[in-house]
């Protein structure tokens, strides 16, 4: 089934234009960059309209960058050239999230694509908190991300060799400092306590939407055991999500994110434009072979962690077992 739907995946890939493979996404994340400068200027001026103008921008950019950017890059969905590849990968995840590169692909590569929902290997359980309650973790806890993402960094530089350690490091203090240097000089903050805010304000922006689409879309759904795990296409099929079109999500994160889940997770080098392209495609061939096409609200799923907490995110799920499908 799943050569099936690749072959047909693939004729519409390889009848697309580069535009639609990866230039819509790449001119996403470039007018990403160049509205950053905008944003920076707005926060010189007393005026409040202005003040939090900026402070959007600044915020959807960082989210943009470091979302839809680092999750194209990661999965070389940006560029055919391996070298320009890695080049990405390092900004956008390195510089721009201040996370180790290596580290970030290998969780999300390796682990959550080649294990989605396997209990204990890629079942998003770095998500997981279980010594809080429902409303801190969905609602509170988010906040601490910025502040929580570089102190996890340091942690992984401990376990990586010498040379990526100091590499990883020097990228990350770029960034945060960069960042930091622009609030003071260009936006003209006055004491390093206001700068230091402002970034943590920028960086919390969309951090709620963040945390939420990353379990909502897995958690709640059939988990499997390590060593029964289905083949691939009912994994995917059973085991991931898709939430709807949300023109603001749509742009900062992607459609891989968001409305086109399944597909990308089917088809992970796909950009998130091609997601969207073949959508139709494969929520077609699911329907003609009668396989699960996981569809819901982002307020029907807010509602259902809300009301099923303890079940999703503290205990243990029940393992799936799926008889005569492997």
Known sequence: LLAELERQVQGVV?????????????????????????????????????????????????????VKGSHLATHSALTQSKRWSKLWMLF?????????????????????????????LGDSSTWKLPSLNRYVYMFLAPLSIPILTPLVALGRLRTVELRLALRSLGLISLGLYSQYWLFLNVS???????????????????????????????????????????????????????????????WVFGHSLISCHVEHHLFPELSDNMCLKVKPLVSQFFREKQLPYNEDSYLARLRLFLSHYEEFMVHAPPITELVGVQ
């Open 14 to 66: 390889r009848a697309s234009s580069w535009w639609q493979r990866r230039g819509v996404d790449c001119a996403i994340l470039a007018l990403s960059l160049l509205a950053v400068p905008a944003g920076f200027l707005c926060l010189r001026f007393e005026n409040v309209l202005l003040f939090a103008t900026g402070i959007a921008i600044l915020g959807v950019c960082h989210s943009t960058l470091t």
């Open 92 to 120: 956008f995840v390195e510089v721009c999230t201040a996370f180790p590169a290596e580290d970030g692909k290998y969780n999300h590569v390796k682990m959550h694509h080649g294990y989605t929902n396997v209990v204990g």
């Open 188 to 250: 003209g903050f006055k004491s390093p306590s206001s700068a230091l805010a402002c970034m943590l304000l920028t960086r919390s922006l969309l951090v709620h939407p963040y945390l939420h689409v990353n379990i909502f879309q897995h958690l709640g759904l059939p988990m499997f055991a390590p060593d029964k795990k289905p083949s691939r296409i009912y994994m995917m099929s059973l085991g991931v999500l898709n939430l709807p079109r949300l023109p603001v999500l749509d």
